[in-house]
């Protein structure tokens, strides 16, 4: 089972950046996945987590409105599209497979990915 977070990078305030997690060795379809975020000095937290059916989708406060997550079964791969970046967002951001059941702790995230660095800075 391998994880490959790719798409982060430096972008001025206001910017975009989508986020990609694709899959290896499994089909991301079964499962919920969900994108982490961990800035320095700050604990691990949810940003946004889809059901293995889409029907479910969480979004934490600080980001509703301007991120959006998606799934693409067929490329095996789930997005994360932030928009309206703020400096507040840097933060290194991890994809995450959750094995069973649903919900946003990270803790009950089986398989994680080697992470993403955002840096939202002019």
């Known amino acids: 089972v391998q994880l490959q977070a790719s798409g982060g990078g430096l972008v001025e305030p206001g910017g975009s950046l989508r986020l990609s997690c694709a899959a290896s060795?499994?089909?991301?379809?079964?499962?919920?996945i969900g994108w982490f975020r961990q800035a320095p000095g700050k604990e691990r937290e949810a940003v946004s987590c889809?059901?293995?059916?889409?029907?479910?989708?969480y979004y934490s406060d600080a980001v509703k409105g301007r991120f959006t997550i998606s799934r693409d079964n067929a490329k095996n791969v789930v997005y994360l599209q932030m928009n309206s970046l703020k400096p507040e967002d840097t933060a290194v951001y991890y994809c995450?497979?959750?094995?069973?059941?649903?919900?946003?702790?990270?803790?009950?995230?089986?398989?994680w990915g080697q992470g993403t660095q955002v840096t939202v800075s002019s």
């Open positions: 995450a497979v959750r094995t069973t059941g649903w919900g946003h702790r990270a803790q009950e995230y089986a398989y």
């Open positions: 060795g499994f089909s991301l379809d079964d499962y919920a």
């Open positions: 889809i059901s293995s059916s889409g029907d479910d989708i």
